[in-house]
């Protein structure tokens, strides 16, 4: 079955950037299915970060969107995300995950978000 | 931006206890609802979603019910392994956005 699995540094300067990989085994990058990150903080729950299609179509949370960039590499079967001026409020426990749905006519459809990473620490300090 | 609301924060229960689960949506979300579990330390699990073939081996006790702006997530006899904390996301509107998490405790 399709597992992800997060790396990247977990300590980042402020003002640095972040920058998580997250590779998928069992399965590919190029299936009908969205790719996400979301992260989680004490004081803010979840939040989703944002999508990746393997087309390289990206969907992004417009409270974020000017720091964010997801990115695929369909040949290793990863896609990443990076966080430019990171602060403290960007501390967090970093997930991908798959977000399942169906085209139908000329939408897509989502529906949940079925395999998710075990999550890497992410902590913004100097 | 859509707001989840969940009630209640957290709920104390029993094994065997029947523990219903709120969430609403700041607008009408028609049925496009997700749910999560979610057990310290660990990532969220898909539970409910919009879909009714996905995702698959979820136990029977757990049900979920609801359209527009109000949700219930039901277990119906609690058991130890259920003791998490449980999540909706509506998946009907971007940005996707998360409830803040109910929380089930061992009475």
């Known amino acids: 079955q399709v597992q992800l699995q997060e790396s990247g540094p977990g300590l980042v300067m402020p003002s640095g950037t972040l920058s998580l990989t997250c590779t998928v085994s069992?399965?590919?990058?190029?299936?009908?299915?969205?790719w996400s990150w979301v992260r989680q903080s004490p004081g803010k729950g979840l939040e989703w970060i944002g999508d990746i299609y393997h087309t390289g179509s990206t969907k992004y949370n417009p409270s974020l969107k000017r720091r964010v960039n997801i990115s695929v590499d369909k040949s290793k079967n990863q896609f990443s995300l990076r966080v430019t001026s990171v602060t403290a409020a960007d501390t967090a426990v970093y997930y991908c995950?798959?977000?399942?749905?169906?085209?139908?006519?000329?939408?897509?459809?989502?529906?949940?978000?079925?395999?998710w990473g075990q999550g890497t620490t992410v902590t913004v300090s100097s | 931006d859509i707001q989840m609301t969940q009630s209640p924060s957290s709920v104390s229960a029993s094994v065997g206890d029947r523990v219903t689960i709120s969430c609403r949506a700041s607008?009408?979300?028609?049925?496009?609802l997700a749910w999560y579990q979610q057990k310290p330390g660990k990532a969220p699990k898909l539970l409910k979603s919009a879909s009714s073939s996905l995702p698959s081996g979820v136990p029977s006790r757990f049900s979920g019910s609801g359209s527009g702006t109000d949700f219930t997530l039901s277990i119906s006899s609690l058991q130890p392994e259920d003791f998490a904390t449980y999540f909706c996301?509506?998946?009907?509107?971007?940005?996707?956005?998360f409830g803040q998490g109910t929380k089930v405790e061992i009475k």
């Open positions: 069992g399965g590919s990058i190029g299936s009908n299915s969205w």
């Open positions: 996301q509506q998946v009907n509107t971007f940005p996707w956005t």
């Open positions: 995950a798959r977000f399942r749905g169906d085209q139908i006519l000329f939408d897509y459809y989502y529906y949940g978000m079925d395999v």
């Open positions: 607008q009408d979300i028609r049925s496009w």
